[in-house]
């Protein structure tokens, strides 16, 4: 059993910057194989893919809405995942979710394509 744990959300001004990190547990366990991204939602909306990035980093995705402000990273020595997050606006405020699935060299914006998530942690971006 896959646990994902993300942290570094808050409070930022509008053209801030954040960096999200998701923890992947147990400490045995290896990330090597795994799809990794991230999602956001608001309240009333559909869970958003934003990101995602292949097991062995061939492959990345971002939404039109984060091209250019947002990066997507991995590290498979500390089953860590990231996001960090520039020039941040008020439509980026959600709560952002980490997931993971069991699918080397794949990458996806499907909810239905992701088998492990984790918590959320809200990120607000407001003056």
């Known amino acids: 059993q896959v646990t994902l744990v993300e942290s570094g959300g808050g409070l930022v001004h509008p053209g801030g910057s954040v960096t999200l990190s998701c923890a992947a547990s147990p400490s045995e366990f290896t990330l090597d194989y795994y799809a990794l991204a991230w999602f956001r939602q608001v309240p009333g909306k559909d869970r958003e893919g934003i990101s995602c990035i292949s097991s062995s980093d061939i492959k990345r995705y971002y939404v039109d809405s984060v091209k250019g402000r947002f990066t997507i990273s991995r590290d498979n020595t500390k089953n860590m995942l990231y996001l960090q997050m520039d020039s941040l606006k008020p439509e980026d405020t959600a709560v952002y979710y980490c997931?993971?699935?069991?699918?080397?060299?794949?990458?996806?914006?499907?909810?239905?394509?992701?088998?492990?998530w984790g918590q959320g942690t809200q990120v607000t971006v407001s003056s």
């Open positions: 997931a993971a699935d069991f699918t080397p060299n794949y990458c996806s914006d499907s909810v239905h394509s992701f088998a492990y």
